[in-house]
Nanobody, 126 residues
């Protein structure tokens, strides 16, 4: 069974930093795309960043230059380093995975992703 477990969320002040982790198991790590999505109160789920099954990384415009995605194949873990956080980054952050996914548009289509973690809360105060 594919398993994804997020951690690292918390409460930080605007301008601060936070690092999220997603530990994985149950699949061939480098054959899967792995991504980060988030859901703010009263809003739908939106993409943040993902690493394709060909190890190419993509970011949505709102986080470019502030967030960094890193894939550690030895630990079968991915990280999302978040810097210069803003109140609008407040959301529950989810890790997702899908086999053999290379389409750059995947960050815009949550329904393409088949496996999800339970999420970790990120709150940014002003």
């Amino acid at each position: 069974e594919v398993q994804l477990v997020e951690s690292g969320g918390g409460l930080v002040q605007a301008g601060g930093s936070l690092r999220l982790s997603c530990t994985t198991s149950g699949f061939t790590f480098n054959d899967y795309a792995i991504g980060w999505f988030r859901q703010a109160p009263g809003k739908g789920r939106e993409g943040v960043s993902f690493s394709s099954s060909e190890q190419r990384t993509y970011y949505v415009d709102s986080v470019k230059g502030r967030f960094t995605f890193f894939r550690d194949s030895a630990k079968k873990t991915v990280y999302l380093q978040m810097d210069k956080l803003k109140p609008e980054d407040t959301a529950i952050y989810y890790c997702a995975a899908e086999r053999a996914l290379t389409n750059s548009q995947a960050i815009d289509v949550p329904m393409w992703w088949g496996d999800w973690g339970r999420g970790t809360q990120v709150t940014v105060s002003s």
